[in-house]
């Protein structure tokens, strides 16, 4: 159950004990208009910034489309994996949507803008990495979710907050959230820091092996799909 202290956050991660929003923050939701001008601008220097993506993390922004397709509001970008935000309690739903992001991949990709295609000239040569889009149970939560980990692929590189700071200033809010799992096992303690309106989460875990760093970046899948393609100009 999640218990508001000052205002909630807009992301979903799964079982939530309770959340902790920084002072000065209203308690509406954070609104993502995609069409917003400073918003797209931040968050295409964000998706464009190679020293946050590995070589692989195009290869995701080029596909976004096909997890929108599936029902994904939000993903969730490890270092090696590629995890969906909606939840499921059975594997089921799990494993359909993720045979449909699967099939929906062999299709070509659509038009990237000329800034991506541009800031990744080179990269979406490269080998492709092999690996189906399948269902397993996030540990985090116990949930069943959509799972995108290629042998051998690198979405997110090591980064700190620090370093994101230091590039785009401080986030224009921050959570603290408690994921609870079934069972006695800890619960995870996330600090979520957000910026681009909303459309980008840098979050550190404190079951991470060091907690200062950032163990994952959560994405706003129609934003990231607006900045991305050509076609959503």
Known sequence: ????????STLILGGIGFVVTTPGESGAPTMRDPQTAGQVSQLEKILKDQSIW??????????IDRWKEAGQTSILV?????????????????RETAARISQ?????????????LAAYQGVL?????????????FMEDDSFRVQWSPEGAVFLKPLTLRAVMDAYGPPEKSATEVVQAHGDRRPAV???S?????????????LAPDPSAVDRVILDVTAVEHAVFAAQR
């Open 78 to 94: 490890y270092a090696d994996r590629v995890v969906g935000g909606t939840k499921w309690e059975t594997a089921g739903r799990a």
């Open 54 to 63: 590995g070589d692989d993390a195009i290869r995701l922004f080029a596909s």
């Open 194 to 206: 957000e910026y681009a309106n909303g459309a980008v989460g840098f979050v550190q875990s404190d």
């Open 104 to 116: 929906a991949m062999q299709r070509p990709r659509n038009k990237l803008s000329p800034g991506f």
């Open 190 to 192: 996330l600090t979520i």
């Open 125 to 137: 040569e490269k080998r492709i990495p092999s690996g189906q889009v399948q269902s397993s149970r």
């Open 1 to 8: 159950m999640r218990v508001t202290v000052l205002a909630v």
